[in-house]
Every structure is written in C-alpha cells, then in structure tokens.
C-alpha cells in the first residue's frame, strides 16, 4: 500500500477554525473581574514560582487602576518577552500553579491572560516604555536570536552597550518565531514582539550569519569586549534503530517549522496515520497540529509513564480532546517498511524492581504513513570550536551568572545544562547574563577586575 499523505484534508474553513487562538484574550470588564480575585498577597507566591520574578501582584494592582502602561512597565521590564510568555507560558506548573486562590477555590487567578491583557496596548500602539544609559563604548557580541540572545541584547542596550546580533536564520525568534505552536501565537505576533524590543536603540542585528562556520568564538573574542551565546539546541536527536532513514520518518520540530512559515497550512502534505515517538511539549505540539490539519490516527507513543512526560498536565490534556492517543511504557525497536515508513514496531517496557525501565519482550505494532521523531534536541554539530568551553551530556556548563569557563564568554537558554526548555526561562538567562556582563565590563573599565 503506497502512504497515504497528502495535502489540504481538511477545507480552508475548517484549518483556520483549528488553528484560532487557543485563549482569546480578555475584555476590559473580564479583565476587572479577574484582577479583582487577587488577594495582593504579601509574600506572592506567584511572584517566586515565576523564572523570571515578575512583581504579580503589582501589575495586577495596577490593572485595577486602569494604568495598562504602568502594569506593562512592570511587567516587561522583568520579562521583555513578557507578550510571548503571557501566551505560551505553562502557567498551570508556574505561577497559577502558586496562586494561593488555587486553595480558596480550586481556580487560580488568571495570570496569564492578565498579562496578555496589560502587554498588548504597549505593543499594538508601540510605546517605547524604557531608554538607554549613557553610552559605555563597549561592544558586545550576542550570538541567536531567540528568546535568550533577544533578551540579553535588549538589556545590554539598556545599560548603554553596543551590541550585535547573529543568527544563522534571515528572521529572527528562535523557536518563538519557528517552534511555539500555531495556535499558541497567532499572526505575526513573534515578529512584532522583535521590532518593539529592537526598537530601543543599539543593537545590530546580522542575520544569515553561522557561529562555526562564518564566523568563530575565537573571533568575536577578539573583535567584542564581551560575548553571549544563545544558539539554542538546533540539532535533532537520532532514534537509532532500523529503518529510520526511510522517507516518511520526519523530524517534529523541522515539521512544526515548515508549518509556523507556511502561508496555506492546507498545503503542507500530512499523513492519515500518524505515530509520534517521544513525549515532551514537541511531540504534543506536532500529534495536535497534525489532528487539526486532518490526520485521521494520530498516536503518541512514550517509553515511560504517563506522569513522566515531559509534557505538562494541561499539553496532555490538550492532546487527548484534540482526539490524539497516549501510549505510554513503549519504546521503538524498528521502523517498518521497504521504499517508505508503514509502522513501527514498539516493545513494550516497565519498571524493575529497583524502578529502572526494563524491556519487557512483548510487542506490537502501529501503522503509520508518518513517523515523527519528537525525542529532544541537541547542541549541533561544529557550533563550538572543539574543547573551547566546558560542556556537560551535551549542554554549555555555566556558573551562577551564566558565564561559561571560558573567559569573556557568557551562555544562557536551551543550550545550557539545567535550564528547562521554556522560553521564559531563557529570557530570564539572558536578562542575568547581561547583567553580569555589564558588571564586569564596569568593574574592568575601573580597574578593579
Ligand atoms: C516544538 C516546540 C514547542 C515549544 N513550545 C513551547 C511553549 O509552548 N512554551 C514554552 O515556554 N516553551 C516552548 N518551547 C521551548 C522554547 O521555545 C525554548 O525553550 C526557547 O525558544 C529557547 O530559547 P533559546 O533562545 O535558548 O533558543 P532558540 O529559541 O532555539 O533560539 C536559538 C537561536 O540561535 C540561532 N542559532 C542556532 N545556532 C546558531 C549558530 N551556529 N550561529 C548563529 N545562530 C545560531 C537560531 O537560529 C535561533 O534563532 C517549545 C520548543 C519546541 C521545540
Ligand atoms: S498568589 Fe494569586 S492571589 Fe496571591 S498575589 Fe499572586 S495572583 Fe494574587
């Protein structure tokens, strides 16, 4: 039987009813309603469990008070992608999670959508809500623009540096602008988002341009009084196993790219059955949008428990209304199939007796036209000059302030060992990291370092 992949399944009306917003935003008197459940508390838990230590309460207070640009302030002066990360923040494990409104009534405050609702109006009317320092003569160099690069050059402009940013891609947004699901960030919103924190003055941007190829960090050492690395994990990781070569085994996260891009996402060719191996946010994010573009079977296959995925509660909820089925405690043995994928050929795990994964012998099979690997990413190929800086099961090593071992070289988001692959976190390493780097460009300008 020939695979059966094809494009436009479903009608253009029913795609764009798919991929609509997931949380429409609030209106001014939903707004006031939800900005009223805040206790204002004194110790704001929310404020702690958030990466980036947005003051929650305040801004919230600040809804209240109709004073959008000051609770925006607030907001995005912690966190510049504060935007992005009202609509693709898993609110549910951070701050909702902490809200103490959780044990009065089983319902946080909404969060998430409050600052959605504070950060838009500064965005859509483009208000510039911060400035420079007086210009320091110094130079640094900031290497990927997503969230973590994006977010460190915003702030070291901020403290009157020069900064430029590289990036092997023409657009800028890392996985913001290539990863995030469709339905996440409708629109072009990535992009505004980039034009508002460019817009601040003092950051050059050079797009097209490949750390490990065009240029090097021995070079930038040289040419730069300082250097960030933001390149992210841009490498997929290999299944191992017979038959992943065959056409139809894809890579989820090069899929979800061709999507994020496409301007008729009725053309992209999709499968009748397809089976996603993994079980972090990538694999739910591909298994959902393939449903919405009209996969008829679509089945996740993990080799752990359900608890273990990587996915938060809330994704895997969203998986399984979207009508996607969880197979958890099965891992690949085979890709099956001569000139193209037909299926895959699982066993099935369990626990030992001492809690570790063991095979079980017994097996089964899925059919599939597409097999999509969503088993995370790593650092790729030939980025780093080889033994130039320490690096641990694959990740830069960085210390409390993101420096990297080596001298003058800072690290933060995706690429780092112990961040935890969400954007706001990465915004945060790149906020602290700039931090440090003005730090220690002010401290040597002064002769003291
Ligand atoms: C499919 C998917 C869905 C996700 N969904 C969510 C979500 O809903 N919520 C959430 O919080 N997080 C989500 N994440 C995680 C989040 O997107 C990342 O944690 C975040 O983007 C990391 O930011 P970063 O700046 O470290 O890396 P990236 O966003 O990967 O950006 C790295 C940048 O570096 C550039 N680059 C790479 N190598 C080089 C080089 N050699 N030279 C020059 N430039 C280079 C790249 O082009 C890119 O612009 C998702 C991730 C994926 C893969
Ligand atoms: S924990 Fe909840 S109620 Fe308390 S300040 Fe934060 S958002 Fe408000």
Redesign the pocket.
């Known amino acids: 039987m020939p695979p059966d992949i094809r494009t436009n399944r479903l009608s253009r009306e029913e795609i764009a009813r798919n991929f609509s917003e997931l949380h429409p935003p609030l209106s001014r008197s939903e707004a006031l309603i939800e900005a009223d459940r805040c206790y204002f508390c004194f110790d704001a838990p929310c404020t702690t469990a958030c990466p980036t230590g947005i003051d929650i309460p305040l801004f919230i207070q600040k809804i209240r008070s109709d004073n959008l640009r000051g609770s925006a302030h607030t907001i995005l002066a912690e966190n510049i992608m504060g935007g992005m990360?009202a609509r693709?923040?898993?609110t549910e494990v951070l701050c909702e999670e902490a809200c103490v409104r959780n044990t009065h009534e089983d319902k946080p405050v909404e969060i998430g959508l409050l600052q959605r609702y504070a950060t838009d109006p500064v965005l859509d009317d483009h208000v510039q809500l911060f400035s420079r320092a007086a210009a320091s003569g110094h130079r640094v160099a900031v290497?990927?623009?997503?969230?973590?690069?994006l977010s460190c050059a915003h702030r070291l402009a901020m403290l009157g540096h020069n900064v430029t940013l590289?990036?092997?891609?023409e657009k800028?947004?890392?996985?913001?602008e290539y990863?995030?699901?469709a339905y996440?960030t409708v629109g072009d919103f990535a992009q505004r988002e980039i034009r508002y924190i460019l817009s601040i003055g003092g950051i050059e941007v050079n797009s097209g341009?490949?750390?490990?190829?065009d240029i090097s960090i021995t070079r930038l050492r040289d040419e730069y009084d300082a250097v960030f690395l933001?390149?992210?994990?841009?490498g997929v990781h290999r299944l191992g196993i017979e038959g992943e070569e065959l056409p139809g085994v894809e890579s989820?996260?090069e899929y979800?790219a061709d999507l994020r891009q496409a301007t008729d996402k009725g053309e992209l060719p999709v499968g009748r059955r397809v089976v996603v191996i993994g079980g972090g946010?990538?694999a739910i994010?591909?298994a959902v949008q393939s449903k919405r573009l009209g996969a008829e079977q679509v089945d996740i296959v993990y080799r752990r428990g359900f608890d273990q995925m990587g996915a938060s509660d809330y994704e895997k909820r969203l998986a399984k209304t979207s009508g996607v089925m969880i197979h958890t405690f099965a891992r690949p043995l085979k890709i099956l199939g001569r000139e193209h994928a037909s299926g895959v050929l699982f066993e099935r795990t369990d626990r030992d007796e001492y809690g570790s994964l063991a095979d079980t012998g017994e097996t089964y099979t899925l059919d599939a036209d597409v097999v999509f690997k969503a088993i995370g990413?790593r650092l790729?190929d030939g980025?780093l000059e080889d033994g130039s800086i320490r690096m641990q099961t694959g990740k830069i090593l960085v210390d409390d302030n993101h420096a990297t071992s080596l001298a003058g070289v800072w690290a933060?988001?995706?690429?780092v060992l112990g961040?935890d692959?969400?954007?706001?976190?990465?915004v945060q390493?790149g906020k602290v990291a700039a931090i440090a780097i003005d730090d220690f460009l002010r401290t040597r300008e002064s002769g003291h370092g």
């Not at 290497?143 to 690069?149: D, I, L, Q, R």
């Not at 590289?166 to 891609?169: L, M």
Request: hydrophobic share 40%.
């Open positions: 990360c693709v923040c898993p290497v990927g623009g997503g969230p973590a690069g590289f990036d092997r891609e800028l947004g890392g996985l913001n990863g995030i699901a996440k341009v490949t750390l490990g190829e933001g390149v992210g994990l841009a989820a996260v979800i946010m990538t994010d591909v990413q790729r980025v933060g988001g995706d690429c961040g692959d969400l954007t706001v976190t990465a390493h």
